[in-house]
């Protein structure tokens, strides 16, 4: 009794972090499809051509619609949920990482980083211990 109300815990924190990454990717989403000067100003980065910032905007929200079934129903999208992390939160957060330290990016990119990184980590941590109270639940509760 106690491993399952302790999954359905990790389940529905799960589903809060995904929803805080969904709400923390729109206030990006639509100031980059809409007005992508000045958020791109806020973080000291400058563009010639505003249409890849408002693309980039416009496939953020995309890839943002698709994290939403797994916050859902874990159970029925748990691929999903594990793509969330690997490798679309992960993939953010190095290649966010990498324009700054490798190739000189403007230090405003590191908002992806922060971004996609605080709400992978969490993700993780709720994705691993679903899976191991799964597991112990499957194993007749032995530890």
């Not at 990006?28 to 000067?37: A, D, S, T």
């Not at 698709?66 to 953010?92: C, E, H, K, M, N």
Request: charged share 10%; glycine share 6%; hydrophobic share 55%.
């Amino acid at each position: 009794m106690i491993r399952t109300r302790s999954l359905s815990t990790w389940k529905a924190r799960h589903a809060i972090v995904v929803w805080i990454g969904v709400i923390l990717n729109l206030c990006f989403v639509l100031p980059l499809i809409f007005c992508p000067e000045w958020l791109l100003s806020l973080f000291g980065i400058v563009v010639n051509q505003v249409i890849w910032a408002q693309f980039a905007g416009l496939l953020l929200g995309i890839l943002s619609i698709f994290y939403i079934p797994a916050s859902i129903d874990i159970d029925r999208y748990r691929l999903f949920a594990w793509l969330q992390v690997f490798p679309s939160r992960t993939a953010g957060v190095v290649f966010f990482l990498l324009a700054v330290t490798v190739f000189h990016q403007p230090i405003g990119y590191i908002t992806g980083v922060l971004l996609d990184g605080s709400v992978a980590i969490p993700t993780l941590i709720c994705l691993l211990n679903i899976s191991r109270l799964e597991q112990e639940l499957a194993d007749g509760g032995r530890s």
